[in-house]
């Protein structure tokens, strides 16, 4: 079965410190990985995928993910959180030959503390 | 700015009411996805259309739950009737796919919770 796995419900950290989200997958074949992050009240919004080639990707605000395949994991990074990054964050996996049909994890929400 | 767009924003009902969900994905997508969204079960895919034909509902109870797109600029869901255990945000979202070209973003909106007594 194809799954996502967001080991951790909630990441603390403090403003300044790097932070990282963790991201594991079970989908057979090379999936495309994608990171997305929802604010209160809001829909989901985009911050980066992995297709090919550079393990490291790098996205929006400052985040930037590892992909890892021997380990098939997909971690999101930031070197220093700020209070706005404060949110949930989701990662996703889609299969190349059905890439229209994404699994979502369950979601990890970070605190980012002054 | 573009960006996917439903209504309603939010939807009180009672029990055994028909709720009709709409989305206006943007201008040039041919992937419309919906989605449910709940503290227990996260989020869950309901159905999605690709050239306004429906690949996959197999997220969705047939029984109560319906989803069309009538012309590309809009894509409907229909709970009928509507049951409490139906209480949740319902996303849609829209993306672009070809055949041997891909862009894997999808655009979000804002969501429709819906609340059924």
């Known amino acids: 079965a194809q799954s996502v796995a967001q080991p951790e419900d909630q990441v603390n950290v403090a403003e300044g410190n790097p932070l990282t989200v963790k991201c594991t997958y079970s989908?057979?074949?090379?999936?495309?990985l994608f990171w997305y992050v929802q604010y209160p009240n809001r829909g989901l919004q985009f911050l980066l995928k992995?297709?090919?080639?550079?393990?490291l990707v790098k996205g929006s605000y400052g985040f930037e993910a590892e992909f890892n395949k021997s380990q098939t994991s997909f971690h999101l990074k930031k070197p220093s959180a700020l209070v706005s990054d404060s949110a949930l964050y989701f990662c996703?996996?889609?299969?190349?030959?059905?890439?229209?049909?994404?699994?979502f994890g369950s979601g990890t929400k970070l605190n980012v503390k002054p | 700015d573009a960006r996917v767009t439903q209504t309603p924003r939010d939807k009180v009902t009672e029990m055994g009411q028909e709720v009709t969900m709409r989305c206006q994905p943007i201008?040039?997508?041919?992937?419309v996805f919906w989605y449910r969204q709940t503290m227990m079960q996260g989020l869950e895919l309901l159905a999605y259309?690709?050239?306004?034909?429906?690949?996959?509902d197999s997220g969705m109870p047939k029984d109560r739950f319906s989803a069309e797109m009538p012309d590309a600029t809009l894509a409907t869901l229909k709970i009928q009737p509507s049951e409490p255990r139906d209480s949740a945000v319902y996303f849609c979202?829209?993306?672009?796919?070809?055949?041997?070209?891909?862009?894997?973003?999808?655009?979000f909106g804002e969501g429709s919770r819906l609340t059924v007594l």
């Open positions: 979202a829209s993306g672009w796919s070809l055949q041997g070209s891909y862009t894997g973003e999808l655009f």
């Open positions: 989908v057979s074949g090379n999936p495309y």
């Open positions: 996703a996996v889609s299969q190349r030959h059905n890439f229209n049909k994404f699994y």
């Open positions: 259309f690709r050239n306004r034909a429906p690949l996959d």
């Open positions: 201008l040039g997508h041919n992937t």
């Open positions: 992995y297709i090919t080639g550079d393990n």
